[in-house]
């Protein structure tokens, strides 16, 4: 049986635009860092910057006014903001990787619901509970980490289906579960955020009471297995997978500004007992080399295995499992080697890594809270072994 190559434009050109734009954040973002270390969300002027750049909408259709980047492409951007900042670079991430979940839904729902631009913010957690209503769902929950949600057009939200007050289960017994995506207007937001890295990322819960949403703005889940409205490969991609994928960049821009920081400090910096400047001490040779090894391993990795992944999906080949775990290795892998670097990084800077006017000590916060994602869990490595000696992943969230 032959498989149907999608023709999919190239995004090389859109995506160095949208990295210039990026970069000429950064005086925005650097007269904002009182605030951006306080937090919890980031300053509105930044929120409406990144509305107006584009990089809200990095994977939004194109339909709808996105860039509906290449993924690769999206990595470049979210790196490049995320340079500047963690916390910054965790909203565009988060607000591009909802806004892929509109070309989930049929295109005239989809326009209903950013009619007006915006982005998607909200959460994967099954935690809420849908009851069908007519032609549309009654939704009650409440959900965490809803970051950037404050800005946001639209929340999704994810729920257990339920029928006569008892939760619905596949044959295998799994929860039936579904995506809905309501305006954040008839959202609560619980503001709760007080998180010790990403400071800024507003990352707070929120609530529905007795919201019913119409069934085009839903979107069925189960296994986290969900059939695509809108034509083109970045939609067709695994669930989950690109989840993960979409905020990885973020520490790729983390530990590059983290290398970047300790290469200036050593150039102006006098080694304490010395008259020689840091960037001469042996030790500090040797880490900058150290880190700058570790991170270019772990984005080369990261770009080559999920080019792999995209590559095949544009060729209309089905979706192999060895490549969805190489992906979800390499991200996996990202993270921990950017708590790698920041941590070389700190150490090589010495005492100047510990005050709060310096970078180090908010890009070792941001690293680690990046970590302690759920999408970066050990558990994915266990899983991606499993499927490397021909078994099964013996879960659906991979």
Not at 30 to 40: C, D, L, M, T
């Amino acid at each position: 049986m032959q498989t149907q190559e999608i023709s999919e434009p190239p995004t090389q050109h859109l995506a160095t635009d949208l990295i210039a734009a990026a970069v000429a954040l950064g005086p925005l973002i650097a007269a904002h860092k009182e605030a951006i270390a306080r937090g919890p969300d980031i300053p509105e002027e930044i929120a409406r910057a990144l509305e107006d750049a584009g990089l809200t909408r990095l994977w939004l259709p194109r339909s709808l006014g996105g860039a509906e980047l290449a993924p690769v492409d999206y990595f470049r951007v979210i790196e490049a903001v995320a340079r500047h900042d963690g916390s910054v670079g965790w909203c565009a991430a988060i607000a591009s990787t909802g806004s892929r979940a509109i070309g989930l839904i049929p295109k005239e729902a989809a326009a209903a619901l950013l009619h007006r631009g915006g982005h998607v913010s909200g959460s994967l957690a099954p935690t809420g509970v849908a009851v069908k209503e007519g032609n549309g769902w009654r939704v009650n929950g409440r959900w965490s980490w809803g970051s950037f949600i404050r800005y946001s057009t639209v929340t999704l939200g994810v729920c257990i289906e339920h029928a006569d007050g008892v939760p619905c289960t596949t044959l295998a017994g799994a929860p039936v579960l579904r995506g809905i995506m309501v305006p954040t207007r008839d959202v609560e937001i619980i503001a709760n955020w007080d998180g010790s890295g990403l400071r800024s990322s507003g990352s707070h819960d929120f609530a529905m009471a007795n919201v019913l949403v119409p069934d085009a703005h839903t979107f069925s889940l189960t296994d986290f297995v969900v059939t695509p409205h809108q034509p083109g490969a970045l939609y067709a991609l695994p669930f989950i997978t690109m989840f993960a994928l979409g905020i990885t960049a973020v520490s790729l821009g983390v530990a590059r500004a983290s290398i970047d920081a300790l290469t200036a400090l050593a150039e102006q910096k006098i080694a304490t007992g010395t008259r020689a400047l840091l960037r001469e001490q042996v030790s500090v040779q040797a880490s900058v080399a150290e880190a700058e090894t570790l991170l270019r391993g772990a984005r080369a990795f990261l770009f080559e295995s999920v080019q792999a992944l995209w590559d095949s999906e544009v060729a209309g080949q089905p979706q192999d499992m060895e490549q969805r775990a190489l992906a979800r290795m390499a991200s996996c892998n990202v993270v921990q080697v950017t708590k790698k670097v920041v941590d070389l990084m700190f150490s090589a800077a010495g005492g100047s890594a510990t005050h709060e006017r310096g970078p180090f000590a908010a890009q070792m916060r941001d690293a680690q809270a990046a970590a302690q994602h759920l999408a970066f869990s050990p558990r994915n490595m266990e899983t991606a072994g499993r499927v490397l000696l021909g078994m099964d992943p013996g879960t659906s969230r991979f």
